[in-house]
């Protein structure tokens, strides 16, 4: 299975810069966030979907997966904002369903579904936005963009490890796994549990025994502060520039008008 | 004759990002042999053992177990990974349990032994590979030799028909190669078919009895290891060379016969060589 950041890496879009995508994407996901409206919220999922199955070349599959990732909780916090329960003497208003027991009723209002209805929309719409940059941008090329930013180099390192060794720790967990299969593990309930938690186990054996090794790498190589010295030799485009301020402009009049 | 213990027929495996990593592949892998693969990183070699115990399935083509279609069911899968034990490269990702015993004792417990055979089984396993005296350790306090024999003997706890091992002697020292070489042999016999992957020309002329050269995804050349070494076009597409002993042969006009199969043996014949020449 390929990783997300692979894709970054061999993205067609790579090679686009940092700030334009950055730009792009956060634009839109303010637009969103900020009116709450369908048809913005709407327009920026297409556009960023789009980008990213048509111009990054994520196969559609994967992406659809990858969009199914936070539906865990969205649909928990949906059903959260559709459902209401009051005392059975309160005055529901516009309730479009109603269950009551003894003393209290649940219910679904129409101001409720709507609430749903823009929630699903504008999450949809910010992690789509989130994927792009994330799908497109390899994580050097973020570094780079954080720096530029002047956050802090202690920020700015946490981060890039954080998201490096997720990816390496996944990677770990395949090797062991496919090691575990190879010798019959998790072949019935029983020894799925027992194979899971020696592969738990190990894995955090492993990952301080990395951690150490990292560390005596880098020191050994004089990495006192300041591992990313990230140079880039991307050029920015004016075309590119003219489609992003087109596309705010888009949003904006959508969003007045 | 017995069927093979495992054939390929026109195998192919392409990976999700479009990489073609086995082009083909028509392979079949009999009962009491020593079989080198040789090839160079990124040849497909261990595409091509993962796809040997059923953790992959091929793209195109189909693999036949012992003359049968595989067809990937649960009780076919784990007869198959008992019958075919690999031994990965790194030794690390290998050892999961908490100590060698246990991680000896893992693929024999999965297959469902009763505690007193369990606990013979691995005590065989750890007398052949000399890692008893390791029993109580946990796995990251021993050396590379050391957790190679460890991972070893956990693959022969589970009495494979088909011993697979991944660069059995990458980082190790020359003393624990042999050491583990011999092993190789002691592990092989003939219902036990031992294959291991390896870069070492030398190594794979002197122990195989059959060779393969896998090549950017294709088996350019197979047979003997005098046949495929005397291929110097395979040679030379996949960035090997002829084992030493072949060239020392050559240069010195010492062919009689056949080629010395050790360094013992050619020592023996340029002595033999000698003598005559005095007289």
Known sequence: ?257 | MKSPIISFENITYKYEDGTIALKDIILSIEHGKKIALIGNNGAGKSTLFLLLNGILKPTSGHIKYKGKKLSYTRKQIKHLRQQVGIVFQNPDTQLFSSSVYEDIRYGPKNLGLSSEKLKKTVHEAMILTETEYLKDKPPHFLSIGQKKRVTIAGIIAMNPELLVLDEPTAGLDPYYSEKVMLLLDNIHNKNRTVLISTHNVNLAYEWADEVFILDNGKIIEQGSPIEVFNNLEAIKQSHLERPWIMDICQNLNLLEKDYPKSKKELLEMMKLYSIQKDK
């Open chain 1, 1 to 257: 299975m390929l990783k997300i950041n692979d894709y970054a890496y061999i993205s067609p879009l790579k090679d686009v810069h940092p700030t334009e995508k950055v730009v792009f994407a956060l634009s839109a996901l303010l637009f969103t966030i900020l009116t709450k409206n369908l048809i913005i919220a709407s327009i920026t999922f297409a556009t960023m979907s789009t980008g990213i199955v048509l111009g990054a070349k994520v196969p559609l599959y994967r992406y659809t997966r990858l969009l199914l990732l936070p539906s865990f909780f969205l649909l928990s916090s949906i059903i959260a904002i559709l459902f209401s329960v009051a005392p059975i003497d309160s005055e529901s208003i516009n309730a479009l369903w109603k269950f009551q027991t003894d003393s209290w009723q649940i219910y679904v209002s129409s101001y409720s579904i709507n609430e749903a209805i823009h929630i699903v929309f504008t999450v949809l719409a910010s992690v789509s936005c989130l994927y792009f940059i994330i799908l497109t941008t390899p994580l050097n090329h973020l570094i780079w963009l954080l720096q530029k930013a002047h956050l802090p180099t202690l920020f700015i390192e946490l981060a890039g490890f954080t998201y490096r060794f997720i990816f390496v720790l996944l990677e770990k967990i395949q090797e062991i796994y496919i090691a575990q299969s190879s010798r019959l593990g998790y072949q019935n309930y029983r020894i799925w549990l027992a194979s899971l938690g020696a592969l738990i186990v190990s894995l955090f054996i492993k990952s301080i025994r990395t951690t150490r090794d990292l560390q005596i790498a880098i020191d050994s190589r004089g990495g006192d502060e300041g591992l990313y010295e990230v140079e880039l030799n991307i050029k920015y485009k004016q075309f590119h520039w003219a489609g992003i301020i087109f596309f705010i402009v888009v949003l904006l009049t959508i969003s007045i008008s």
